[in-house]
C-alpha cells in the first residue's frame, strides 16, 4: 500500500555534488525513520545515512562531512545532499523507511537509483 520512489542520480565528476530524493505515498501514519543504503558492484549493502522523524542523523563514516541527510515530514520525503563526490560513491543508492501504518509497521525498500562518480 505504500511506496518509495526515488530519484536525482546520475553521472557527476569527481568532486562534483548531487542530491537524491525519496518520497514515500500511500496510506501511511508515521515515518520513524528514513535512510539510504548503497551497494557497489559486487560489495554488500551498506548503510550511508539514516534520519529519525525528530531528526536525528546517522552518518557512515566514509560520508561524513560530505553528505547531508534530511526530511520533510510534512511531505514525507527523505534528502541526500551529496558534496565531494568521490569514483568509490558510485553504486545503487536506495531508499529504506519504516512506516507505521493503520494496523501494520513495515520496512520499505525504494527500487534503487544509480549514482556514477566518474571522469
Known amino acids: 500500500q505504500v511506496q518509495l520512489v526515488e530519484s536525482g542520480g546520475g553521472l557527476v565528476q569527481p568532486g562534483g555534488s548531487l542530491t537524491l530524493s525519496c518520497g514515500a505515498s500511500?496510506?501511511?501514519?508515521?515515518?520513524?525513520?528514513m535512510g539510504w543504503y548503497r551497494q557497489a558492484p559486487g560489495k554488500q549493502r551498506e548503510l550511508v545515512a539514516v534520519?529519525?522523524?525528530?531528526?536525528?542523523?546517522n552518518y557512515a563514516d566514509s560520508v561524513k562531512g560530505r553528505f547531508t541527510i534530511s526530511r520533510d515530514n510534512a511531505k514525507n520525503t527523505v534528502l541526500l545532499q551529496m558534496n565531494s563526490l568521490k569514483p568509490e560513491d558510485t553504486a545503487v543508492y536506495y531508499c529504506?523507511?519504516?512506516?507505521?501504518?493503520?494496523?501494520?509497521?513495515?520496512?520499505?525498500w525504494g527500487q534503487g537509483t544509480q549514482v556514477t562518480v566518474s571522469s
Open positions: 529504506n523507511a519504516l512506516i507505521l501504518e493503520v494496523g501494520r509497521t513495515i520496512d520499505y
Open positions: 500511500g496510506s501511511i501514519f508515521i515515518i520513524p525513520r
Open positions: 534520519i529519525t522523524s525528530g531528526a536525528s542523523t
